[in-house]
Each structure stands twice: as structure tokens, then as C-alpha cells.
């Protein structure tokens, strides 16, 4: 989550907006969860590189699907 910025600006006021830290780590669980299992019980996967591949789409996802979906909220430092 490091590569994100911490904040963004809203483009008709500029007042300072976040994602919601809790939908983050919720669609992150879930999805590395989803992709996981079935990769390991399925496919015979080892563990770790499911959870690897699991991790890495969700680093190419998150933009596209999954941060359109993420709650706004005022960021307040």
C-alpha cells in the first residue's frame, strides 16, 4: 500500500480526500482469499506462490476494479 499516495484531491473543490482503510484491507482479504484457495485446493499450487500470484493481481486490479468501489472520506493529518 506504500505506493499509493496517502491522499488525493478532489477535482471540483480540492479538499483533501482518502480511501477508507477499512474497505482496503477487506477487498484486499477477500480477494487474496478467493484466488488463493481455489489455487492451492484446485491446482495443487504451492502456497506460497499462490498467495504470491494472488497478491500481484491484486496490485493490477486494485486501480481498475476494486478503488472505484472504496469508500471516500475527508483526510485529515
Known sequence: MSAYDEYFSCPHCGIALMHDEKDIFIYAIAFIIAITLPL???FNINSFIAIAIALVGYRVLRPHIFEPR???KNFIE
Request: charged share 15%.
Open 70 to 72: 472504496f469508500r471516500i
Open 40 to 42: 492451492i485446493l484446485l
